[in-house]
Each structure stands twice: as C-alpha cells, then as structure tokens.
C-alpha cells in the first residue's frame, strides 16, 4: 500500500515536473489535441509564437491557424489522417498568428494512442523557422544572381572575343606600316597613326562593358607609363575630329600647363578624355562652341576642364551623372542615344590614377563644364622614361609556331614576325599544331597559340608542346577577364595578350622570351 502510494506520489511529481518543463520552453509550441483537432493544452511557447493566450486558444480547433486556402483544401484534417496512419507526419508550411500576420512554421504532429490503440489525441509541437526560410531563399537568390552575372560575363567575354578578333590584322598591319613610315609617302604617315589609334580606341570601346565588371570586382588593371597629357588631348581630339567637323562645331584649345606629364596608362587616360571630348560634342548644338583648357594649380597638379555651349545638365541630375547606364534623363537618351557607361567608367579611371572628376552646370540650355585633376610627375622623370624607351635589347632569331584559326590573323602575323627575322611555322588548328609540335626535330622557342580553336582549345596544345619541350608560350586570344587569365596561367602560358595584339607590345613580349 505504502509502495503505491509511493509510487503515485512520483508520477505525479513526474508529471508535474514534466508539464513545467513543457510549460517553460519558448522557443516551440508545443501543445495538446483531442481526436477531433480541439486544443487541449497550452504552452508558453505557443502564447509566444502564435499570440494566442491559454484561455482564448484552449476549446478552438486549431484549423485557425491556417490559411484560408489551406483551410478549404483540407489540409489540418488531412495531417491528422495523415499522423494516425503513419504515427506521426511533419509539414512546412505558412501559419496565421492571432494578429493577422503569418510566418513560415516547421510542424511536427504525433497521434497518442491508449493501450488497445483507440486514438485519445495527438501532440503538436510548432517551431517558427521564418528568419531561416528568408536566409535559405536570400542564399538561394543570391546564387541565381551569381550564375545570372556569370552568364552575363561569358556573354559579353565571347561577345567581346568575336568583335576584337578582326582588329588583330588590321592593327598589326597599321602598326608595321607605322613602324616603317619613313617608306611611306608623307601624306599617308598621320593617316597610318590615325588608323591605328582608331583601331585601338575601338578596341578600348568594345572592353567598355566588360570593364565595368572588372571595376566592380577591383580587377581593373592600368599599363602606367610616363604620359605626355598634352599629346593624349590632342590624339582624343583628333579621333573625335569628324564628328567635330559634321556638326561644325568651334573647338578652342588653351594648354597653358607647364607640368603635363602623368604616371598613367596612356590608353585609359585617352579613353577618359576621349570620353568627355565625346559628350561634349554630342551634347551641343551644330555651330556650337567647345572650349578645352590645361592649367597647373599651387601644388603643380594637372587640371583639364571642357566646357560646351550645349544643352546642360539639371542640377538636381548631376549627383548620379557618373552613376553607370543613367543618362540626365530618358529623352536625353533617346535622342542623343548612347548606355550611359562612359561617364561612369571616366570616374572609375580617373579614381585609379588617383585623381578627381566633376561636372558643373547652371542647367538646362546653359552648357556644361567637365573638370579632371592629376598628380604630375617631375620632369626629370619623364625625360628618363623617354631616354629608357628609346634603348632596344637587340633582337633574337627564334622559331615561332604560331597556332590561330583566324585567317587573316593567321597570315599577317606570319608575315610580319617573318619580317623581323623570325622562323614562323603556322597552324589553324589543334590537330596540325599537335603535329608539327610531335614532327618538328628542331626546338621550338615560342609557342603562340589562340585559345578558341576549332578541333579544341589553345590549353591542349600547351599540354602537349610543354611535356615535348621547356617552350615559352603566349596566349593570343579575344577572351580577357581575370578568369581567363588565371585559367591561361594555370594551363602553362607565360603571357597572356588580348585582341586586337599591339605589334609593338608582341615584340616587347618576344624580346622578354629571348633573353
């Protein structure tokens, strides 16, 4: 007797210890059903996640706490079918709080059975999993964002490849015609100049969409040398000259700068004022004025400003006139046309060498004025820079297998490196490089191989030629981004040239590999 009594006396005891600990954890709801679906029982848990109090919940069915959809598709009396069939059954899934307001819940519902197996109810314990759903879905769109700019990346890098790839002749030809001006008669010596910096500003104008995502990753990289600022103003006039002259426009130079020149990449800072030269031409009336001024301040920097007669610029616009593809506004575009990228990309070249670019405005119908600021370099240093370019190591014979499926590509090069005292053997594809590489008795000295070749790609004739030879190798190839470059390195190529190849840049690379 003493023993039951006992032995009653620890179960509840149990019970209640029990119900304590159900009762004090807040993080589930966990709570009591009849067989019907009535509730029973009432955590602190359940008050906390759902808002509903013991008293107002307990004798509801807790159909409530579904959606209206749910609710008329069946869905709280099919989970506890489905719990007395299977023992137990999970579900994920959108639940309504007293308020109103919804959040995603994790739900677990057991049937509790007595001795003879008659269902007396079921458990329930709920857990509120919303800020792990947003996580998993934030994740999840972030991925699809990720493979999205991939996409987009090996869109505009193969778009990139074909449009570069024609520019290689014509601007190995117009480079070795430059080279060689003194066979020229002299009035075609500028024309050759002219073409050439055309073609590379075109090349420069096609990298404008893949720059802006080597930008947004800091991957951008600068090719600094001394530059003579001046020059670089004149040629960015120049190649801006027949737009300048169909709308007959008067165009005013002031370069009154003593210290002009910069530690830069002469190309970019060309394409920055080739780009404001540009806008401003655009952007004013035919008969309009530009006016172009060069000048030093108190600290010896170098200032260039442009100023136009055109249409001007809200002030109220000027805050996002650098931001990339917006233009003053939606007629502007449509009528002058243009994506809006060049203005951004001015603003990111001119922050990498570590200067300023502003516009100024009074608004619409009063012009514009564009300002860009430079550290200069000491003029000691540039007459060094120019004495050291004129020194070349002399040149070395080598032989040369040259792999490009571009037929011109392929025939001009040839030519030209045959020129320069070089033994070329040519192949246009994987299948006849491999062979002259297995057949050739004499060492090769360099391998220059596009990468997108028909029968393959460029990285299996590396394989091959470097497991035959220690050959130095150089990529020749439309396909320019970080990844292209890490890709190229990784595969055995000691240089990596993008399209259209600078001659004058392919020669600096031979001399390096016949050192």
């Not at 006396?9 to 059903?33: C, G, K, P, R």
């Not at 959809?69 to 099919?78: I, S």
């Not at 000259?241 to 426009?249: M, P, T």
């Not at 005013?252 to 540009?278: G, M, P």
Request: aromatic residues 6%; neutral net charge.
């Amino acid at each position: 007797m003493g023993d039951n009594g006992f032995t009653a006396s620890a179960l509840h005891q149990t019970a209640e210890q029990f119900h304590i600990l159900v009762d004090s954890v807040e993080e589930y709801a966990i709570y009591m059903l009849d067989p019907d679906g009535i509730v029973v029982t009432w955590n602190t848990g359940a008050q906390k996640i759902k808002g509903y109090t013991a008293q107002e919940i307990i004798g509801k069915n807790f159909a409530c706490f579904y959606t209206a959809d749910d609710v008329a598709a069946g869905k709280p009396q099919r989970n506890l079918l489905e719990a007395a069939r299977r023992g137990h059954v999970r579900d994920q899934g959108v639940r309504i709080r007293k308020d109103g307001s919804t959040f995603e819940a994790e739900v677990v519902i057991t049937v509790l059975r007595d001795a003879r197996g008659n269902i007396r109810g079921y458990s329930k314990v709920t857990r509120d999993i919303t800020d792990q759903v947003r996580s998993r879905e934030s994740e999840a769109e972030k991925i699809a964002a990720l493979k999205a700019s991939r996409a987009k990346d090996d869109f505009l890098a193969a778009l990139s490849h074909e449009l570069r790839t024609p520019l290689t002749p014509a601007l190995a030809a117009v480079s070795y015609m430059e080279e060689n001006a003194q066979k020229l008669p002299q009035e075609f010596v500028e024309d050759v100049q002219l073409i050439k910096r055309n073609v590379k500003l075109q090349a420069r104008l096609i990298d404008d969409l893949l720059d802006l995502t080597r930008i947004t990753r800091g991957k951008l990289r600068l090719d600094v040398e001394i530059c003579d600022t001046h020059a670089v103003i004149r040629n960015a006039i120049e190649i801006a000259g027949s737009a300048i002259a169909s709308k007959k426009l008067k165009v005013s130079t002031k370069f009154k700068a003593k210290e002009y020149h910069i530690s830069a990449d002469c190309i970019r800072l060309q394409q920055v004022f080739w780009n404001l030269i540009n806008n401003a031409v655009k952007f004013t009336a035919p008969g309009g004025e530009i006016a172009i001024r060069t000048f030093n301040d108190d600290r010896g920097r170098f200032h260039f400003e442009i100023t136009d007669n055109g249409i001007g610029i809200e002030p109220e616009r000027l805050a996002s006139l650098f931001t990339p593809f917006e233009q003053a506004d939606a007629s502007v575009t449509r009528q002058f046309g243009g994506l809006g990228l060049g203005l951004a990309i001015s603003k990111h070249l001119v922050a990498l060498h570590h200067g300023s670019i502003e516009a100024e405005s009074r608004g619409r119908s009063f012009g514009a004025t564009f300002k860009v600021t430079l550290d200069t370099v000491p003029e000691g240093a540039a007459k060094a820079e120019r004495h050291s370019r004129g020194r070349k190591p002399p040149a070395k014979a080598l032989q040369i297998l040259l792999v490009e499926d571009h037929k011109d590509t392929r025939r001009m090069l040839s030519r030209l490196l045959t020129h320069f005292g070089h033994e070329v053997l040519a192949a246009d594809n994987v299948r006849s490089a491999l062979k002259i590489i297995a057949s050739e008795e004499r060492e090769l000295d360099v391998l220059l191989c596009d990468i997108g070749l028909p029968d393959g790609s460029g990285y299996e004739v590396i394989s091959q030629a470097k497991r035959k030879q220690p050959i130095k190798a150089v990529a020749l190839t439309g396909f320019g981004t970080e990844e292209d470059l890490r890709r190229s390195k990784k595969a055995g190529f000691d240089f990596h040239l993008v399209k259209p190849i600078d001659l004058h840049e392919l020669q600096i690379v031979l001399d390096k590999v016949a050192v």
